[in-house]
């Protein structure tokens, strides 16, 4: 059978027999789905938003946006929650990049769909901001319990409440990708995300485990809790509502609003339902992130390894499928991301424990995945020399390396995955 995957902005095939198939899994999707305008316009239409917009009315409300690295479908989103604001008398839309680059192609179209849709709508005093954490200001809002210092971007301190617009799906150390993210480290300083990040390096810190989580027992997450403390720190008593939204390929599954800590928790209930899965182990995996965005680079591409590492047994193999056409990542990560990882590997993990730096937990996290595999192998656009130095195995005919595998045991089970960046697996027993 011929499987098709994403891979950067279009798709491959990949041909297995169908006996060696153990699943093929992807990201939700419904049966009948609604068009995007139709289900926020059942969202954004009851009681929760009507107190929204009591709550706006008069006031200055920040709205925090995801960044470009996502791939949630703004075009749509903007003009469906925009009436809820005409009451404020000033908004502020900031775009939270935490410590990613502020100017990209990607976060200038979110500004052109802020622009095109507040004149639409006839929102007139408002600021587009876009975070940049080399260059803002910043206020001591206070250290949390785990030791994190929270300086945050001073352009939310006049804000009178707050509204969050995040797409929610697995995260493979903060739990969830969620509304909290947008404050921290969505706003926050270089100092801040480091020291929160290295709390990624704790076991707890993983998918599907979140201080807000409905079952008590996937409440601990030191990551997550750092991160929500640090969001409380910086609102004191402001209101904070959110939009959450679950999507796929640019449509919308799901969508909540209301008071953000609620709104978080149905995502994440919806997203467990919907987007984990316990699985058998198999000796052989194939992983695409999900295309672009989720593969620009491989910084980005690395987080659906992580989600779904659990499907592949100690020894086994994984064939990745990440174009990376941006390359290894940002320049500024690369000294604690990609350099780190081509030492040894248990320098790798040595040195990363004795002395986290910012980024060095993308490093920790692949050498402990490439130290139980027999290989790694990586398609992608990032040339050969480069992949081999991080110790991995470039495959520039991923065909080639299935056949290779049922050549070597015909009786092989692959466990093919993609849009892998929004699915997370627990291995069974």
Same mark, same amino acid.
Not at 388 to 407: G, I, M, R, Y
């Given at each position: ?21 153990? +699943? ?170 480091? +020291? ?43 209101? *904070? ?37 316990? *699985?058998?182990?198999? %000796? ?29 047994? %100690? ?70 020399? +480069? ?43």
């Amino acid at each position: 059978m011929k499987i098709e995957l994403s891979y950067n902005r279009g798709k491959m095939g990949i041909e297995i027999p169908e006996g060696n198939v153990e +699943q093929v899994i992807r990201p939700w999707k419904q049966e009948v789905q609604s068009a995007n305008n139709v289900l926020l316009r059942e969202i954004l239409t009851g009681d929760e938003a009507e107190e929204f917009i009591r709550i706006a009315a008069g006031n200055k409300v920040c709205v925090l946006l995801d960044d470009g690295t996502r791939d949630e479908p703004f075009e749509d989103i903007l003009p469906e929650l925009f009436p809820l604001l005409l009451q404020a008398t000033e908004v502020l839309f900031v775009i939270c990049t935490g410590t990613h680059h502020p100017d990209t192609p990607d976060n200038r179209k979110i500004r052109d769909l802020i622009e095109r849709n507040a004149h639409h709508v006839g929102i007139e005093t408002y600021t587009i901001h876009t975070h940049d954490y080399r260059r803002d200001t910043y206020r001591y809002a206070g250290t949390t319990s785990y030791g994190t210092e929270i300086h945050s971007n001073t352009i939310l301190d006049e804000a009178d409440a707050f509204l969050v617009v995040s797409d929610v799906k697995v995260h493979y150390f903060a739990g969830y990708s969620n509304p909290v993210k947008n404050f921290v480290p969505g706003v926050c300083t270089f100092l801040t995300t480091e +020291q929160n990040h290295s709390l990624a390096l704790k076991d707890t810190s993983t998918f599907g485990r979140h201080p807000w989580h409905e079952n008590p027992d996937r409440r601990t997450n030191p990551l997550a809790a750092d991160e929500v403390e640090g969001m409380y720190l910086i609102l004191g008593d402001r209101p *904070v509502y959110a939009l959450a939204t679950i999507s796929s390929e640019r449509k919308l599954q799901w969508a909540g609003f209301g008071l953000i800590e609620p709104v978080s928790r149905a995502a994440f209930t919806l997203v467990d339902t919907r987007n984990t899965h316990t *699985v058998n182990r198999v %000796d052989r995996l194939i992983v695409s992130p999900g295309g672009f965005p989720n593969d620009t680079d491989l910084y980005i591409a690395q987080r659906a390894l992580e989600l779904t590492k659990n499907a592949v047994r %100690d020894g086994g193999e994984i064939l990745f499928l990440a174009a990376c056409a941006n390359g290894i990542g940002e320049s500024h990560t690369l000294e604690n991301f990609y350099h780190r990882l081509t030492a040894p590997l248990d320098e790798v993990l040595k040195t990363i424990e004795d002395d986290y730096k910012l980024y060095s937990h993308k490093p920790y996290k692949f050498a402990q995945l490439i130290r139980r595999l027999r290989r790694l192998w990586m398609h992608s656009e990032i040339p050969d020399a +480069q992949i081999e130095a991080a110790h991995l195995h470039p495959a520039s005919n991923p065909q080639e390396v299935v056949d290779h595998w049922l050549a070597e045991k015909p009786d092989a089970k692959i466990t093919v995955v993609d849009g892998a960046n929004k699915i997370a697996f627990f291995a069974k027993s």
